[in-house]
C-alpha cells in the first residue's frame, strides 16, 4: 500500500487509471470506515482512502484541535486489511496553499436545516473539501457512510448539479453490538457516558416503531423522543421526521405512511455531540 502526500504525487501514481474508488476520511479509522473501504473494492479498483482533518468544517468553538490524528495506526489498520491501494494523506498546506476564496454553498433549504441550523458554515466546509479532493484523486466512484445522512444527500446533490461523472455509493451505518454508531468521536466518552450512548439510538428505533404503528403526530413524535433523552441528561439539538427523497418535514398531519422517512438527532453527552439516524 502507497502513502502519498502531495497532489502531483497522487496524480502521477493514479495516471491513466479510470476505475478508481474513494474514499474521503478524517482518519482515526473503526471498522465503519473499512467497511466503506470493503464497499469501495467491490466497485473499484484502485481503492484510494484520502486522510484530511478539514479546518474549514469545523467551527470555532469545535474540536478541531483536538481531533484524533491517528495517520501511522490508521495505516497499519488499512495494511492489514489490504483492500486499499493508496493513502493520500495531505497537510493543510498541500490543500489550501492560498486562503480557499472559492467555497462550494449548498443550497439553503438542505444546507441550512437539522446540522447545518446547528454548525453554521459546517456543509459549506465539507463540500469545499469533498469537491477538491473528487477533483485530485477523479474517482470513478465514492463512498460515504449513512450516518452522515445529510452529508450524504449534498454530496449527491453537489455531484449531480455539477455533472461529475462520479457515482456516490452509501453503506449502511456500522454500529457496535449495543447499537451505537461508530465514530471517531465515541473515544471522548467517559464510561458512563458510552454506557449510556446507545440511548440515541433506541429512541429513533421507539421513534420508528410508533410511526410503523400508526402514529401521524409528527410534533408529538419528535417531542417524546426529545424529551425521553432529556430526561437522562442529554442536551438535544434536535430529534427530526423527514422525508428521504429531500429531507423536508412531512407536509401533514396523516402523512403517507407509503412515504420512505427517515428520522435524525444530534444531541450532547457530556462534552461529546453524537448524531444517528435511522430510516423509516
Known amino acids: 500500500m502507497k502513502v502519498v502526500h502531495t497532489i502531483q504525487d497522487l496524480r502521477d501514481h493514479l495516471r491513466g487509471q479510470n476505475r478508481i474508488a474513494f474514499v474521503p476520511t478524517m482518519g482515526n479509522l473503526h471498522e ?4 466503506l473501504m470493503k464497499l469501495a473494492r467491490q466497485h473499484g479498483d484502485p481503492v484510494v482512502t484520502s486522510i484530511f482533518v478539514n479546518r474549514l468544517q469545523f467551527g470555532p468553538n469545535e474540536d478541531f484541535d483536538r481531533y484524533p490524528r491517528t495517520l501511522q495506526a490508521d495505516v497499519e489498520k488499512m495494511e492489514r486489511e489490504r483492500d ?6 495531505p497537510d493543510e498546506r498541500e490543500m489550501y496553499p492560498e486562503p480557499q476564496s472559492y467555497r462550494v454553498l449548498p443550497p439553503d433549504d438542505l444546507g441550512d436545516i437539522l446540522e447545518g441550523e446547528f ?3 459546517f456543509f459549506q466546509g465539507v463540500c469545499t473539501v469533498v469537491l477538491k479532493l ?4 477523479q474517482p470513478r466512484v ?16 453537489m455531484c449531480r448539479q455539477f455533472q461529475l461523472p462520479i457515482e456516490i455509493l452509501a453503506h449502511e451505518t456500522v454500529r457496535a453490538s449495543d447499537g451505537l454508531a461508530l465514530s471517531s468521536r465515541n473515544r471522548y466518552l467517559t464510561a458512563d457516558e458510552r454506557a449510556e450512548a446507545p440511548r440515541l439510538y433506541a429512541e429513533l428505533g421507539e421513534l420508528r416503531q410508533r410511526v410503523l404503528d400508526g402514529a401521524r403526530d409528527v410534533i408529538a413524535l419528535e417531542g417524546q423522543a426529545r424529551q425521553a433523552l432529556a430526561d437522562r441528561g442529554w442536551d438535544v439539538d434536535y430529534v427530526s421526521l423527514r422525508r428521504q427523497r429531500d429531507l423536508k418535514a412531512p ?3 396523516d402523512f ?4 420512505p422517512l427517515v428520522v435524525l438527532a ?3 453527552l457530556g462534552a461529546t455531540r453524537l448524531i444517528d439516524n435511522l430510516e423509516i
Open 142 to 157: 465514492a463512498v460515504f457512510g449513512k450516518k452522515d445522512y445529510q452529508q450524504l444527500m449534498i454530496v449527491r446533490a
Open 251 to 253: 407536509l401533514a398531519a
Open 84 to 89: 486499499v491501494y493508496m493513502v493520500f494523506a
Open 256 to 259: 403517507d405512511a407509503r412515504e
Open 266 to 268: 444530534a444531541a450532547r
Open 32 to 35: 465503519g470506515h473499512l467497511a
Open 134 to 137: 473528487l477533483s485530485c484523486v
Open 119 to 121: 454548525r453554521p458554515g
